[in-house]
């Protein structure tokens, strides 16, 4: 399994979430935007994380929505759009020494996408992902005010719960996260990571990058 952590705006998780890894002994996956890359807060997070080894992707540029929440074949963005747009992506990462040949997984924004946008990934030498289903890890972002709210208790309750109802268990399993929340979140979740490191761990499981995963998962 791997755990994948998203960034965009928020990066209020870095340290706990760097320290709780770093005490584990296990590398994780982190995709940020242009954005993130760009923002000078954000530039000891993502050289520290570099640094320790953990894997550092691309998660677009300007967090675009790539198609309709409804109509999933309908594109909102063209094929031009979106190639510039990931491209700005890549070049900031290239200034922390990141580059495609390192970087070959694309985490799409929002997690949402359709063939046409795979197939538009694939043309720029790069590989689409995307999470396993099963949990609430991609619901750690939510606050109560939203109608998908779930709280921490919620969502460490249902990876646990898919992992004993699983014939694989968590095998093979990309469990997303977000390295910062809202404010409007007060009940965050990284600060449940601890705990579900230390769980995974009893359970037998040891994460890794995302990688390394799919490397394996390809042979």
């Known amino acids: 399994m791997t755990i994948v952590f998203t960034g965009d705006e928020f990066a209020d998780g870095a340290g706990e979430i760097i320290n709780a890894l770093k005490k584990a002994k296990i590398n994780a996956s982190f995709f940020f935007t242009g954005r993130f890359y ?32 409804i ?6 963005v063209t094929q031009k759009q979106f190639k510039q747009d990931l491209q700005l992506n890549y070049d900031v990462m290239k200034t922390y020494g990141i580059h495609k040949k390192d970087a070959p997984f694309f985490l799409p924004p929002y997690e949402w996408y359709n063939d046409t946008i795979a197939a538009w990934t694939k043309e720029m030498g790069l590989q689409l992902i995307n999470f396993s289903p099963g949990t609430l890890g991609a619901a750690d972002y939510t606050w109560p005010a939203l109608k998908n709210y779930r709280n ?17 268990g968590l095998n093979g399993f990309i469990l997303l996260l977000h390295i910062g929340t809202a404010q409007e979140r007060k009940d965050k979740f990284y600060k449940l990571l601890p705990g579900l490191l230390q769980w995974l761990k009893q359970e037998g499981y040891k994460p890794v990058r995302v990688d390394e995963l799919l490397s394996v998962v390809a042979r």
């Open 38 to 69: 760009r923002n000078p807060k954000f530039t000891g997070i993502v050289k520290t994380l570099k640094n320790n080894g953990h894997f550092l992707g691309a998660h677009s540029n300007d967090h675009l929505l790539y198609n309709d929440w």
């Open 71 to 76: 109509k999933r074949d309908s594109l909102l």
């Open 152 to 168: 921490s208790t919620e969502i460490l309750q249902s990876i646990k719960k898919y992992e004993g109802s699983s014939p694989k």
